[in-house]
């Protein structure tokens, strides 16, 4: 069994940044590329970025291009979400999400692992 635990999010300024990180635990043979998601209150869960098994291939939303950064460390088994220039957007929730596949990929129907969320706040 493999487990993603998100952690990092919390109340934001538009314009401000935060960083989120992603914990692979348990079979973490299980994943390979990974990606982030986000969903707001009433609509559809959306792609955000995502990144290959060995870190060589990001692949992100037009919408948060130039902005929103996506990395991972496999000695310690994380993915991270660096989030600068923030727009305002009331309240997300950003999932972490892990497939065996080596790319990552837009769809959520790809992915088999996920995280319970992380949610980021706009205080603006």
């Known amino acids: 069994q493999v487990t993603l635990v998100e952690s990092g999010g919390g109340l934001v300024q538009a314009g401000g940044s935060l960083r989120l990180s992603c914990k692979v635990s348990?079979?973490?043979?299980?994943?390979?590329?990974m990606a982030w998601f986000r969903q707001s209150p009433g609509k559809e869960r959306e792609f955000v970025s995502g990144?290959?098994?060995?870190?060589?291939?990001?692949d992100v939303a037009e919408s948060v291009k130039g902005r929103f950064f996506v990395s991972r460390n496999n000695a310690k088994n994380e993915a991270y979400l660096e989030m600068d220039i923030l727009k305002p957007r009331n309240t997300d929730l950003y999932y972490c999400?892990?497939?065996?596949?080596?790319?990552?990929?837009?769809?959520?129907?790809?992915?088999?692992?996920w995280g319970q969320g992380s949610q980021v706040n706009d205080t603006s």
């Open positions: 990144i290959s098994d060995n870190g060589g291939y990001t």
């Open positions: 348990g079979r973490t043979d299980y994943v390979a590329a």
């Open positions: 999400a892990g497939r065996a596949r080596e790319y990552p990929s837009q769809r959520e129907e790809d992915y088999t692992t």
